[in-house]
């Protein structure tokens, strides 16, 4: 469960994408987002991607937590990420992770969980799954309005 109380930090945005910067004018730009990776065979290896956070509200902290856990629980990756809590408290609280060489070793969802002050502030989920070397990339429709 993320905590949304009125003031404190919260993540308004979670995205997984191939490329992610912050331009000059302060805009920042996520390229080729995703939430799915087909490998064809496991034990599997992603070279690069980026995961990226937007934090809002008002916090002390100084660093916001991330971890990585596997489908069935266990803690791959552990990192304080440092964050600036006036730019955040101003609504520039951009924070860009890069992950290089992750390995995949069990399909299922695996989740980038953002923890600060003593709770999850919010996940970005990251399917695995095996397919087959013909088969199309799935799609997700969209939902008209």
Request: proline share 6%; with cysteine; aromatic share 4%.
């Amino acid at each position: 469960m993320v905590d949304r109380t009125q003031g404190s930090l919260s993540m308004r945005l979670g995205a997984l994408c191939d490329h992610a910067l912050v331009g000059q004018d302060g805009k920042l730009s996520l390229i080729g987002i995703f939430d799915h990776i087909g490998v064809m065979q496991l034990p599997a290896q992603h070279p690069r991607f980026f995961v990226v956070s937007v934090l809002h509200g008002e916090t002390t902290s100084e660093a916001v937590e991330m971890e990585l856990v596997a489908p069935d629980g266990r803690s791959l990756i552990r990192e304080a990420i440092a964050i600036d809590p006036e730019n955040v408290s101003m609504g520039n609280g951009n924070l860009i992770a890069e992950i290089t060489m992750l390995p995949l070793d069990q399909t299922g969802r695996y989740e980038f969980r953002m923890s600060a002050e003593g709770r999850i502030i919010g996940v970005v989920a990251l399917t695995v799954s095996l397919v087959e070397s013909n088969q199309p990339p799935q799609l997700h429709a969209l939902p008209r309005a």
